[in-house]
């Protein structure tokens, strides 16, 4: 079997919301950064690759130029909210050790994709993976699991797909995957 992990929220903590709590204590500001930022079309763009984090930012700056220090400080600040989740990143040398292939395939901007692979050893356990930055797709467009399937030379029924959202999970079963709903480290135990 394959195992296939998405990365934001399964293997490194992405909350944007707490996150903004440490930086701004206005909840008004926390809500407004949020949308700019998080909650918006440069996001997605960011994720597909056909932007760049400058671009971004200088598009959200323009959007709303009297929150310009906080734009910038929460882009500047980004990696700090990007934290392992230690449980499950202590299942992968457990996976390898079964025999099993281990892949990641995310929704993931160039930066930061660059950022998390310095920053924790844990990918040395992977066999491969895509970042969405690098093929121009996104999660749960199906294009992005083919894309992954053809690359690694997998066939869709050996591999298994675990995320955290559900419009993923369903994409990677109509792909061919079986796809797991990942709720926290102990459930995926008994798939090893």
Excluded at 57 to 79: G, L
Excluded at 108 to 134: A, E, I, M, P
Aim: hydrophobic fraction near 40%; glycine fraction near 6%; charge should be negative.
């Amino acid at each position: 079997m394959n195992f296939v992990f998405d990365i934001g929220n399964v293997l490194i903590d992405f909350k944007p919301e707490i996150f903004l709590k440490g930086l701004f204590e206005n909840p008004m500001v926390r809500d407004i950064i949020n949308k700019t930022i998080f909650k918006s079309e440069e996001w997605l763009e960011l994720d597909r690759g056909t932007i760049s984090a400058k671009e971004a930012e200088a598009r959200f700056c323009q959007r709303q130029p009297e929150y310009r220090r906080q734009i910038r400080e929460t882009m500047d600040r980004i990696p700090e909210m990007l934290t392992p989740i230690v449980d499950t990143a202590a299942l992968l040398p457990q996976i390898k050790a079964a025999g099993h292939g281990l892949y990641f395939l995310s929704n993931y901007h160039q930066d930061l994709s660059r950022y998390v692979q310095r920053q924790y050893d844990f990918f040395k356990h992977f066999d491969g993976g895509v970042f969405s930055c690098c093929v121009h797709l996104i999660k749960p467009d199906i294009e992005i699991y083919r894309h992954f399937l053809n690359q690694y030379g997998l066939a869709p029924e050996t591999c298994l797909f675990i995320d955290d959202t559900s419009a993923n999970v369903n994409a990677a079963n109509k792909a061919g995957m079986q796809g797991v709903l990942y709720t926290d480290a102990e459930d995926l135990l008994g798939l090893i």
